[in-house]
């Protein structure tokens, strides 16, 4: 039998109820399929930071790196603990470190939702790009304080970075309906974007079997309200992509459903998993938390496991219970409840 070792980090907010609930629900699916999910559970958060002055320890990368996987439930605590220092302080060290370069966000209605788009049948997968980008972090600031003061922050995009989301995106699209569509604004931005769909063009060459269409974010973004259902595959950068799976996530019906992926595609440090919906503080502890999210982000841990059955059947589970109006609108259905509707639908009990 399989064992594989996770990191729990439920870190903040409702983070810890859903993490807890997806747990629930993995283990069901292990015990179904026949492998164990082994879980250390680490309390870096924004509480963390306010006992230690930091958001995780000094060696917690390399605490993390032999784990097979993290399992992330949310960061965040703004009236406390600002929000760049959240986010600087844990996710994006941890995305950079494990060259989690690929950031997968699926984006489709489930059964029994109702999304706010007359369209119907759409099934998106938005790939962004993890590590470099907007979100490089190089930058700084001079004069504080004064009426001169100058703030600038550089984009970074190298060709590396740049070639391999791209080839990534162009490798999901041939295995589902052989369509990329790449988002840029290189009508403004002269040099980065230009870049990109410069390389997008060469590597299409690549792949004569995936059709390409490049699009400006801002039609993009009106696309994906009036069209989803001509998008496929979608490849945008660190910025573009973060802004395009909150509008997915909208028309799927809501953050409750924002399930994402952070890969290392060689495998050669731990992938991490988290729903996107943010910790949610007001409603931390009441049991009232959507674990959907968090739930499909953990069969998108089981598929990078390998257990593809097993990530199947949770997905199918999903829409088992959602199917039935189970967790398909804000406040309708208890956290237990909606994990204890998984359960049932994976033919166990919570």
Not at 78 to 88: G, Q
Not at 265 to 270: E, Q, T, W, Y
Request: glycine residues 10%.
């Amino acid at each position: 039998m399989n064992t594989y070792q996770i990191a729990l980090i439920p870190g903040d907010g409702i983070g810890i109820d859903v993490i807890d609930a997806a747990m629930v629900v993995m283990n069901a699916a292990a015990g179904r399929h026949r492998f164990a999910l082994e879980t250390q559970r680490f309390p870096w958060s924004c509480d963390h930071y306010l006992k230690t002055g930091a958001m995780m320890p000094e060696d917690g990368i390399e605490t993390l790196r032999p784990f097979d996987a993290i399992f992330l439930g949310a960061v965040g605590w703004p009236a406390t603990v600002p929000d760049a220092v959240s986010l600087h302080g844990l996710l994006l060290p941890i995305r950079k470190a494990f060259n989690q370069y690929a950031n997968i966000r699926p984006h489709r209605l489930l059964a029994g939702v109702e999304g706010p788009l007359k369209a119907e049948g759409f099934d998106i997968l938005c790939i962004r790009e993890n590590t470099e980008g907007e979100y490089s972090g190089a930058g700084g600031r001079v004069h504080q304080g004064r009426d001169n003061e100058v703030a600038v922050e550089t984009s970074i995009f190298t060709r590396e970075g740049v070639e391999r989301i791209l080839r990534f995106g162009f490798e999901q699209a041939r295995a589902r309906r052989r369509h990329l569509t790449s988002v840029t604004k290189s009508n403004a931005q002269k040099y980065s974007m230009v870049f990109w769909d410069e390389i997008t063009r060469e590597l299409a060459a690549d792949y004569p079997d995936v059709t390409v269409s490049h699009m400006h974010i801002d039609a993009m973004a009106a696309k994906m309200v009036m069209n989803p259902q001509d998008l496929d595959v979608v490849v945008a950068s660190n910025l573009f992509g973060d802004i395009l799976t909150d509008l997915g996530a909208a028309i799927q019906g809501g953050l409750g459903f924002a399930a994402s992926a952070n890969i290392c595609p060689d495998r050669s440090a731990p992938s991490m998993f988290e729903p996107v919906h943010g910790s949610a503080p007001d409603i931390a502890g009441k049991n009232i938390a959507n674990p959907i999210a968090a739930i499909w982000s953990g069969a998108q841990m089981l598929d990078h496991l390998g257990e593809t059955g097993a990530a199947a059947d949770v997905l199918s589970a999903i829409e088992g219970a959602t199917r039935q109006g189970i967790g398909t609108r804000p406040g309708r259905n208890s956290t237990v409840e909606i994990t204890a509707a998984v359960v049932a639908a994976l033919g166990g009990r919570a």
